[in-house]
């Protein structure tokens, strides 16, 4: 349970980094989420909650699908990442349940 609450907090403070609002040029400089979203660190971490839901809850996978969502809408080159990197394929398998049909068949 500490893991979770672990990685929740720190998936929400990337949320709230990379989270990008249109306020003009007094804006300070934000960090790119795309450029993080690409290393494979972070892909790790977000592939493997995305597959495992049943472990680490969905309120942690609709956070992580909130990243994603801003980093996507901010950095839209990065959508070809999500996808090479098999991110998308494990959030769409998350929608519609594939891991959980998985585990019941066995």
Known sequence: ASRRVLLFSAVNCLTV???QHETGAATPVVPAGGAQLRKPELLQVLTDIMDNV???GGVL?????TLLSDVMNSD???VHDVHSSGLA???FDMILGKDIESRTSL
């Open 17 to 19: 980094v990379f989270h």
């Open 54 to 56: 049943n472990c680490y």
């Open 61 to 65: 996978a609709a956070l992580v699908a």
């Open 76 to 78: 839209p080159q990065i």
């Open 89 to 91: 394929k494990s959030f």
